[in-house]
């Protein structure tokens, strides 16, 4: 490679990050965004003499699929040899190249599959064309950049670090969201309407609900994927833990008892599964990928805004839990301080049969961390899962299958492309200071910042200096932005910033 590698670069870094406002080095000068608060922005690797658009052509799930309806990213090297034949003889010079597994902490790394390739090309556009002459054919498939392969440890990257020192910094840091939980508001807009100082992306969301845990200021807003990676912080941001979480949450109601299935999201869709009983396909956690369960009770809170109308049944609870109403459809307004329970399917009946109009409901909510321990959840407790871990107790520890980032199955193409290749990236940790640490490195961006993959990802914050560490939400997603300076970061997204659930703040007192 003609740059330096992007490690060594970032070792570098760390050293300037960590220096006055007024040390001069080869590598950007912190900014100062308040007391306590700085911004470095890094640019990493270099763009390689190597580095070219290729055409690549998408396989069929099974040996004698067909190809012009194929799409599939890699396969099996049986499957790519069947495509590469009939590439070549349609007169085209494909190439077969392995797809190498990182190894993850619970995980051996291996090879995951093998791609089929067509053409060396110097810009988006000639590949189109390449493109067009391919499935012209009779095959499928897109373009790729391959700097952005997950594989070049030298490729150009531009990276944004807020480091919060909270020995001189005298705000808070925390999470927010717009006026409804299922709503959605860009960061900036956020920042504006609550005087922060400094903000990023936080949870994904999906069907306007939080996918993952969400608790705010103690109180359990979001469900929680059943033993995913999150981050729990106390004393506005001074404490922070990465670690694994669960969360059961039980309803009695008279002397039955039953186990809740979610909070604040559409009952029957299981967004990233993991759920706590009866989902289908899995109740393991898959990102991005969607279970259902057609017996579920979901609690809504005020903070979730107006809940979803459907067949089924549903309780309309007080602040203290007493019976309002008990409904045989659900859609009913969630009454101040209060929630309602919606129920579909064996569970409508449940509920229907053990809640009774001026009765009370008890809901419980227990959160355990990865050895088991209950959770307190205090007013000052915040803990968001996204995932997956990247750093825990100073090393490189990503769970990438129980985080749910290895797809099950023969089908690994989306393993491929979130996991193994490079993109936007946005990351929270801890250093040994117990300075938090924000990052984002901007990505699919050839020739100015490629993005990273997750393994990448991980071993970026080790050298940042993370000693604890977790992956957000990234892709589009990814934004940083101070007051002063509006976004700092480059969006992958053409239209710029989206609009996002929640999202972490840096606020300063007063």
Known sequence: MNGKPLLTLVAAATLVASAPATARASSPEPVVVAPGVTLTQLSLGAKDADDFWTVHVYLPATIDGPLARAGTALGSREIADRVTTALREKGFEPRVEEVALPAFADRPGGTLGWIVRVGRYATAAEAATGLAKVRAAGFAGGTRYTAQDGTDAGAPQKVHVLRVDFREFRGTVGTDFGPTLNGMETLTSLMSSTGAVAGINAQWFLNGSPTGLYVKDGKVIGSATQGRGGIKITHGGRRVDVDSYTAHLTLRAGGETVELDAVNRIPGEVWNCGGVGGDQPTEKAQHDFKCTDDSELVRFTPEWGTPPSGAGAEAVLDARGKVLALNSTRGAAVPPGGSTIQAIGDSASWLLANARPGHRLTVTERVEDGR??????????????????????????????????????????????????????????????????????????????????????AELMRRLGAVQALNLDGGGSSVMATAQGGIVNRPSDATGQRSLGNVFLVRAEG
């Open 372 to 457: 088991g321990r209950r959770v307190p959840l205090t007013q000052d407790t915040t803990i968001l899962q996204v995932g997956p871990t990247l750093v825990r107790d100073g090393q490189v520890s990503v769970n990438a299958d129980a985080d749910g980032i290895l797809r099950d199955g023969t089908d690994q193409t989306f393993t491929y492309n979130w996991t193994v290749r490079a993109n936007p990236r946005s990351m929270i940790g801890v250093d040994r200071e117990g300075r938090l640490i924000l990052a984002v490195v901007d990505g699919r961006q050839d020739g100015y910042s490629e993005g990273l993959g997750i393994a990448q990802t």
